[in-house]
């Protein structure tokens, strides 16, 4: 079965840390780029980071900017995303998605990340 | 950055009746716009991609249309699982922006 898993969120202290990853199965995700985006509670979809196949091409929303780090170890088939700094504001559920837009995009199930103290 | 406006924010309709939702960019995207349903508690799903493409497995009784900063989704006949959120979201550039978001109900 293809599909993304997403594992890493739960309760951080404002301040904090936290590394969600986004394994793949069934397929290779070193052919794709890779996206986040978060949904607050209650709230839409925001776009929050991107990285190309081969990570040389990676792009924040201005959130994440300097507080978020993007990569990918295209071996084990997983991208993380390394979050810093973290503000009650950044509490959502962080989904990965594959190819954000054209055909063949694919989403994980989301894993909730909560900022407090 | 490119702003994504969708209208109306939440609609509601009978099964049967035909529905519209409609999108706009802040500057010209081409054709690089995707529609999103959302149901609750669930991932969002691709539905269209450049703007009037039908996903494969989607069924045809949606359709997107539109090019440059006015787009649409219509849901020629609206059925009971077709309820939840629908987003457009541009890929033209980053950063990749999505819309506020539409709520469909069902009378």
């Known amino acids: 079965e293809v599909k993304l898993v997403e594992s890493g969120g739960g309760l951080a202290k404002p301040g904090g840390s936290l590394t969600l990853s986004c394994a793949a199965s069934?397929?290779?995700?070193?052919?794709?780029?890779v996206n986040w985006v978060r949904q607050a509670p209650g709230k839409g979809l925001e776009w929050v980071s991107s990285?190309?196949?081969?990570?040389?091409?990676?792009h924040y929303a201005d959130s994440a900017k300097g507080r978020f780090t993007i990569s990918r170890d295209n071996a084990k088939n997983v991208v993380h995303l390394q979050m810093d700094s973290l503000r009650a504001q950044d509490t959502a559920v962080y989904y990965c998605?594959?190819?954000?837009?054209?055909?063949?995009?694919?989403w994980g199930q989301g894993t909730p990340v909560t900022v407090s103290s | 950055d490119i702003l994504m406006t969708q209208s109306p924010s939440t609609l509601s309709a009978p099964v049967g009746d035909r529905v519209t939702i409609t999108c706009r960019a802040s500057?010209?995207?081409?054709?690089?716009l995707a529609w999103y349903q959302q149901r609750p508690g669930k991932a969002p799903k691709l539905l269209i991609f450049e703007a009037s493409k039908l996903e494969i497995g989607v069924p045809s009784r949606f359709s997107g249309s539109g090019s440059g900063t006015e787009f649409a989704l219509t849901i020629a006949s609206l059925q009971p699982e077709d309820l939840g959120l629908y987003y457009c979201?541009?890929?033209?550039?980053?950063?990749?922006?999505f819309g506020g978001g539409t709520k469909v109900e069902i009378q």
């Open positions: 979201q541009q890929y033209d550039n980053h950063p990749l922006a």
């Open positions: 990285i190309s196949s081969k990570g040389d091409y990676i």
């Open positions: 998605a594959r190819k954000l837009g054209p055909t063949g995009n694919l």
């Open positions: 500057q010209s995207i081409g054709s690089w």
């Open positions: 069934g397929f290779r995700l070193s052919n794709y780029t």
